[in-house]
């Protein structure tokens, strides 16, 4: 019996350690007055900043995001952004329809405007693709975000920091 006890308190011993392991790595990706939904692309925004060198800390620059409707029609996303506030808001019909690749693309244009202060930059390559995440996307240019792409749109994105 006390062998059988030994082995019970050793198994829920293991067993609250492994679950306390995994609770402490998905609590280490956490973005205040950010809604969680977001909080993978707030976090892919960083490292992809420190790829290039930019030290990016949306934390400390306290920019929050949320995910509600935006009720201008084709506006997939804003950023609100002054002395006191950064705020990335995300439609919510838009987000609800999209795939990662294009959430996430709006989610760093905006984080663009936010956390790098960049403008619009509605120049094309001579192909008619945009060669900015930055475009307003008021003209023609073409959007090609994905996998062959991202790279080098992301070198755009953070050269200028």
């Known amino acids: 019996m006390d062998k059988i006890l030994v082995g019970f308190c050793s198994l829920i011993f293991l067993f609250t350690i492994s679950c306390t392991s995994d609770t402490h790595e998905e609590s280490s990706l956490y973005f205040a007055n950010v809604d969680a939904a977001l909080w993978t692309y707030f976090d892919a925004f960083e490292k992809e900043g420190i790829k290039r060198g930019y030290n990016v800390d949306l934390s400390a620059a306290e920019i929050t995001g949320e995910i ?3 009720s ?3 506006v997939a996303g804003t950023c609100q952004f002054g002395t006191h506030i950064h705020h ?3 439609d919510k019909e838009f987000w609800d329809k999209t795939d990662y ?3 996430e693309y709006v989610v760093f244009h905006e984080l663009g405007h936010c956390a790098l202060d960049r403008g619009h930059n509605n120049q094309a390559f001579a192909n008619g693709n945009c060669v900015s995440i ?3 996307g008021l003209t023609d240019c073409r959007v090609t975000y994905g996998t062959q792409t991202r790279s080098a749109l992301l070198d ?3 050269q200028n920091e």
């Open 101 to 103: 690749n294009l959430r």
């Open 88 to 90: 990335v808001t995300i």
């Open 68 to 70: 509600r409707t935006i």
């Open 72 to 74: 201008e029609d084709g």
């Open 156 to 158: 755009e994105l953070f």
């Open 134 to 136: 930055m475009h307003s």
